[in-house]
């Protein structure tokens, strides 16, 4: 696997890169990085790219406020930096709603989406109690852990990469720790989402604390070709809590859109 970085308009950015053959773009969650896509970046006959986000992990700052737009712009950069053409595009969580935000503004870039328990078309609302244990998690490493463990990945058994998705996500800009959450209660693309017409595989663990079954339904209503899976005995991260699983899926919803 390839460890590199690049500067991409103008930016530092970070990224991981394994394979070759059809392109395949990892977009990652809020606290997250390049590394929550290890583990899934093996499946054959793919090229598979996973940057750091601008305000995450490894890669250099977002100028201004945090902006999902902004962040899709970003991935389109990259995109065409490293000459990624159609992909595949793949996004957890927040990286969801990028995924969303860049194939609706530039759909000549995606052949299909895979959103993996990801906010709905219509954004997130994060009650405002939550924003002071935010902050509270930027600066304690401790409270991020259990949070981790509890709302996020709860069956996760990889006690090492659990340790390193932690230490990553500490390195995450401190304006995007609230900001983020600001970004996702702004985001609505319910209806350039119903324009978007290449096939959408919507995804989401039963244990998921964050995604409801409701906003998962919501997501595939949005798109004309979207179809839904519930996976049971998993939380917010079956790229982590079970891989080989979410490998399994990806073949088959790739084979069906062939």
């Known amino acids: 696997?390839?460890?590199?970085?690049?500067?991409?308009?103008g930016r530092a950015t970070h990224y991981i890169a394994a394979g070759s053959g059809e392109p395949v773009v990892w977009i990652h969650g809020n606290t997250g990085s390049c590394r929550w896509f290890e583990r899934v970046m093996d499946i054959p006959g793919y090229r598979h790219l996973a940057p750091d986000l601008p305000n995450f992990g490894r890669s250099a700052p977002l100028e201004g406020v945090p902006d999902i737009a902004a962040y899709a712009e970003a991935v389109r950069a990259f995109m065409g930096a490293l000459d990624a053409g159609k992909a595949i595009i793949v996004g957890h969580s927040l990286g969801g709603a990028v995924a969303m935000a860049l194939a609706t503004a530039h759909p000549e870039l995606a052949k299909a989406l895979i959103l993996v328990d990801s906010c709905a078309p219509t954004g997130l609302k994060t009650p405002e109690t939550h924003y002071p244990i935010l902050e509270m998690m930027r600066t304690n490493k401790a409270l991020l852990a259990q949070a981790f463990r509890g709302g996020v990945m709860p069956t996760m058994k990889d006690e090492a990469l659990f340790q390193a998705l932690v230490d990553d996500a500490m390195l995450m800009a401190a304006p995007a720790w609230s900001g983020n959450a600001r970004a996702l209660e702004r985001f609505d693309r319910a209806a350039a989402c119903g324009k978007f017409a290449a096939p959408v595989l919507v995804v989401r663990g039963e244990k998921d604390a964050i995604i409801t079954e409701a906003m998962a339904r919501e997501t595939a209503a949005a798109f004309p070709a979207a179809r839904l899976e519930?996976?049971?005995?998993?939380?917010?991260?079956?790229?982590?809590e079970d891989p080989d699983r979410f490998k399994k899926l990806f073949v088959e919803f790739a084979a069906s859109i062939r």
């Not at 696997?1 to 308009?9: L, Q, S």
């Not at 519930?230 to 982590?240: E, K, Q």
Request: proline fraction near 0%; glycine fraction near 16%; aromatic fraction near 0%.
């Open 230 to 240: 519930l996976l049971d005995g998993v939380g917010h991260a079956v790229l982590v």
């Open 1 to 9: 696997m390839e460890n590199a970085m690049a500067i991409i308009g």
